[in-house]
């Protein structure tokens, strides 16, 4: 099969190439589905290699360059009329996307949308010449797919000694609802870091994880490694990284007839640090607006 898109260490991909794939994959999944459904399809549709998703962003290397292109791609379809997207961040094809079927469509909405934006900007710039105030110029990208605040945070954790985010994994889980929640440290127990035990109504799980501070991603064979040290001795796996997990990790996480891993990568550690407050705080501030209108009916 021809690929539509192809993505290497640095340069910029084929975008309308990636346009066109991410409306056959959500065609694929229904017409809707969530940024990481949609990502995966994506990269099985076209055959993305593991190498291809460990090249990372330079200025951010939990950040795939894959996944980074293909929300630029989801955000020219949105411009364009072809995409829409909830606040929940599921992403749902259009009356117009849902009849898009060749790369010259996609094409035509990528140079659409670069004129109209070229515009604006030139728009933005006289205005601020006549009026002699600068303009900060934004890029606007879709709408919860990159947050300073995680950037920040992962830059945080991977900086932890070893112990250290072994203690930040362990209160986790017992912040999660956990019991007995051991550390094994330098044990070198086949990659085992711990182990704990999830309650899930009347029925008790014993769970064994990992938990590696890693820039990049975490591949399929990581994952195999780690099913390896959990034969016969746990009813789950847990493996939580800093990194990303390519799509050929998580479908081996969730292999039939294997022991099933629960993969938690930097974007979702992140989150369930801010639920649990664990370093993280959230702060909510205070906007005023003066009426001016209401000051008329004095």
């Given at each position: 099969m021809r690929r539509r898109f192809q993505i290497g260490a640095d340069g910029l991909p084929d975008l309308p190439g990636m346009m066109l794939v991410t409306i056959e994959a959500l065609r694929d999944l229904g017409g809707s589905a969530t940024i990481q459904e949609l990502d995966e399809r994506v990269i099985e549709l076209e055959g993305v290699s593991e190498e291809e998703?460990?090249?990372?962003?330079?200025?951010?290397?939990?950040?795939?360059?894959?996944?980074?292109?293909?929300?630029?791609?989801?955000?020219?379809?949105?411009?364009?009329?072809?995409?829409?997207?909830?606040?929940?961040?599921?992403?749902?094809?259009?009356?117009?996307?849902?009849?898009?079927?060749?790369?010259?469509?996609?094409?035509?909405?990528?140079?659409?949308?670069?004129?109209?934006?070229?515009?604006?900007?030139?728009?933005?710039?006289?205005?601020?010449?006549?009026?002699?105030?600068?303009?900060?110029?934004?890029?606007?990208?879709?709408?919860?797919?990159?947050?300073?605040?995680?950037?920040?945070?992962?830059?945080?954790?991977?900086?932890?000694?070893?112990?250290?985010?072994?203690?930040?994994?362990?209160?986790?889980?017992?912040?999660?609802?956990?019991?007995?929640?051991?550390?094994?440290?330098?044990?070198?127990?086949?990659?085992?870091?711990?182990?704990?035990?999830?309650?899930?109504?009347?029925?008790?799980?014993?769970?064994?994880?990992?938990?590696?501070?890693?820039?990049?991603?975490?591949?399929s064979k990581e994952i195999r490694d780690f099913r390896g040290a959990l034969q016969g001795r746990a009813d789950k796996g847990l493996f939580i990284t800093t990194g990303h997990f390519t799509s050929q990790a998580s479908d081996e996480a969730t292999r039939d007839g294997a022991i099933a891993i629960d993969l938690i990568d930097g974007d979702r550690l992140c989150d369930l640090l801010k639920e649990n407050k664990l370093g993280v705080e959230t702060k909510m501030i205070e906007r005023i607006k003066v009426d001016t209108h209401w000051f008329d009916g004095i």
């Open positions: 998703q460990s090249f990372a962003m330079p200025r951010d290397e939990n950040r795939p360059r894959v996944n980074y292109y293909l929300a630029w791609a989801r955000t020219y379809l949105k411009r364009g009329g072809a995409l829409e997207n909830s606040a929940r961040a599921v992403w749902a094809l259009t009356e117009a996307g849902s009849s898009i079927v060749t790369i010259e469509e996609t094409r035509a909405i990528y140079e659409l949308v670069n004129l109209e934006e070229r515009a604006r900007a030139k728009a933005k710039r006289g205005a601020a010449k006549s009026t002699g105030i600068e303009v900060e110029e934004a890029v606007d990208t879709e709408s919860g797919d990159t947050e300073d605040w995680k950037s920040q945070l992962l830059g945080v954790l991977v900086s932890m000694a070893p112990d250290a985010f072994e203690r930040l994994s362990q209160r986790l889980l017992r912040e999660a609802g956990f019991t007995k929640v051991e550390v094994r440290g330098k044990s070198g127990d086949g990659g085992i870091d711990g182990l704990g035990v999830l309650r899930v109504n009347l029925v008790s799980f014993q769970v064994y994880f990992q938990c590696k501070r890693w820039k990049g991603s975490v591949g």
